[in-house]
């Protein structure tokens, strides 16, 4: 149940967005409005439906609540991104803050942590004789690590998407100096604040959410394959379709720290899996022999 209802809103996801480059105006913006939407029903249904109400409420709280808290703090101070205004293009506004905009971060802090978790889980266990310290020193790392990969998992979908809706036209910076190569229009203070209230979200997502936010298993792969659609659409969509090379090229540097192990990661699982298939599959005498 949890897996069809994930892959039919993927599905749904996945085509709205092919259509995003297909319309203009109004029309887009109502498009992207839409996607939000869709994107936040996606993650959070799955977090629901997966692992109960208290994780799904814990991502609720983390990244939809701290989101719209960050930002308002952002519109009015110029604090941690920068000084920049929303227009009215996506919608209504509370607190000059259009209330897709905190969707947009819990859509994609689901499926980067769960990419983290997936990627920071292998070897988790201590030999039988190994002592409590070094016991404590891995499971430390390993936390570390977690979080860092799934601050950078989501922080550097920035680089897609800030270029992408600054050239729409949907905010504004009033001071967009320095900027990273390439990407006029945006400071450097946007990404770096992108990243400080992503490790904050992701340090406090487990502890809200319990045990039950560091596993993974099957009922994930529709998160695994959105996590990766976001990364090799938004290379080929910034490419080729949105005439914005700059950003496909930061965006695909910067996802790739989380997105290009957890592919590696997906081809491994598969290629064992298959090897396994082949393990079982009944011996024909007279015919196996032969090969």
Same mark, same amino acid.
């Given at each position: ?9 993927? /599905? !749904?996801?996945?085509? /709205? ?15 992207? !409005? ?9 993650? &959070? ?9 208290? !994780?799904?409420?814990?991502? &609720?709280?983390?990244? $939809? ?9 952002? !519109? ?56 409590? $310290? ?5 499971? &430390? ?23 992408? #809706?600054? /050239? ?40 809200? /959410? ?5 596993? $993974? ?5 529709? #998160? ?30 910067? #996802?790739? &720290? ?6 590696? $990661? ?26």
């Amino acid at each position: 149940m949890t897996r069809r209802i994930s892959w039919a809103l993927l /599905a !749904v996801l996945v085509l /709205a967005q092919i259509c995003y480059p297909l319309t203009t105006g109004d029309t887009r913006a109502g498009l992207t !409005v839409a996607t939000v939407v869709l994107g936040w029903l996606l993650s &959070v249904g799955h977090a629901l439906l997966s692992r109960g109400p208290r !994780v799904a409420a814990a991502l &609720v709280a983390v990244a $939809t609540g701290g989101g719209f808290a960050i930002e308002a703090i952002g !519109v009015a101070t110029g604090v941690p991104f920068g000084s920049y205004d929303y227009s009215g293009e996506l919608g209504p506004k509370l607190a000059g803050v259009p209330l897709i905009i905190p969707l947009a971060w819990t859509w994609m802090a689901w499926p980067a942590w769960l990419a983290a978790v997936r990627l920071t889980s292998g070897g988790s266990a201590t030999a039988g004789g190994g002592s409590a $310290t070094a016991g404590g020193a891995s499971t &430390v790392g390993r936390w570390a690590g977690r979080i860092a990969l799934a601050t950078v998992g989501l922080a550097a979908w920035d680089l897609f998407l800030d270029p992408q #809706m600054v /050239a729409e036209g949907y905010w504004v910076w009033r001071d967009a100096t320095p900027a990273l190569p390439g990407l006029p229009g945006i400071p450097v203070s946007n990404y770096l604040g992108w990243l400080l209230f992503a490790v904050l979200m992701m340090s406090a997502l487990r502890p809200l /959410a319990g045990a039950a936010a560091e596993r $993974t298993d099957r009922r994930d792969h529709p #998160m695994t394959a959105l996590y990766l659609w976001t990364y090799f659409s938004s290379i080929l969509a910034h490419a080729v379709f949105l005439d914005l090379p700059a950003s496909a090229l930061w965006g695909a540097a910067g #996802m790739s &720290v989380t997105a290009i192990p957890l592919a590696v $990661t997906v081809l491994r699982a598969r290629r064992a899996r298959e090897t396994r298939q082949e393990d079982h599959q009944p011996h024909r005498p007279g015919v196996d022999a032969t090969r």
